[in-house]
Antibody
């Protein structure tokens, strides 16, 4: 089955760190650009980070630049998001998403993992 | 990286048509034909309904259509059905290889 499964969310104190993982299956992970998109409780979607198939192009939203780092391990078909210096405004469901190989949209999403930043 | 502007809510009766607008700038919506629309039910992951302004993925109802004029994109749902009640988000590729979403629109089927 073609799917993305996120893990690693949880409760963390402000200033703390967390590493999210996204396990891909059912497709050739190494040929797709991958993304993290988040959604704060009751709020809209927000693009967080992008990563090209070979990790040569990396982009982060200004809101997380310098604090979050996206990475991947193609051998393990896994995507990661290292989140440091977490703030209360980072509280959200974090989705892993795949960009269509040839078109400009996200064609596959995981179910998301909840990150709560609170003291 | 300012969010695209969508109406907070729209509503319509079954069988009617509704249109949701999505306004950005020349750096995103107006600069690229890379606008997509996503449907999201509460507690669920988003699902693409329209991509690259007007294209409908296989499996998505013909009742969903998209368009764009200048810096504003639109999603139209015709023949409204109860199952269409959900949140809808527009999304655009933007300059500097970033992406921006709209604030979301809650569709209520009366």
């Amino acid at each position: 089955e073609v799917q993305l499964v996120e893990s690693g969310g949880g409760l963390v104190k402000p200033g703390g760190s967390l590493r999210l993982s996204c396990a891909a299956s059912g497709f050739t992970f190494s040929t797709y650009s991958m993304y993290w998109v988040r959604q704060a409780p009751g709020k809209g979607l927000e693009w967080v980070s992008s990563l090209s198939p070979n990790s040569d192009y990396i982009f982060h939203a200004d809101s997380v630049k310098g604090r979050f780092t996206i990475s991947r391990d193609n051998a393990k078909s896994s995507l990661y998001l290292q989140m440091n210096s977490l703030r209360s405004e980072d509280t959200a469901v974090y989705y892993c998403a795949r960009k269509s190989q040839f078109d400009w949209y996200f064609d596959l999403w995981g179910r998301g993992t909840l990150v709560t930043v609170s003291s | 990286q300012s969010a695209l502007t969508q109406p907070a809510s729209v509503s319509g009766s079954p069988g009617q048509s509704i249109t949701i607008s999505c306004t950005g700038s020349s750096s995103d919506v107006g600069g690229y034909n890379r606008v997509s629309w996503y449907q999201q039910y509460p507690g669920k992951a988003p699902k693409v309904m329209i991509y690259e302004v007007t294209n409908r993925p296989s499996g998505v109802s013909y009742r969903f259509s998209g368009s764009k004029s200048g810096n504003t994109a639109s999603l139209t749902i015709s023949g409204l059905q109860a199952e269409d009640e959900a949140d809808y988000y527009c999304c655009s590729y933007a300059s500097s290889s970033t992406w921006v979403f709209g604030g979301g629109t809650k569709l209520t089927v009366l």
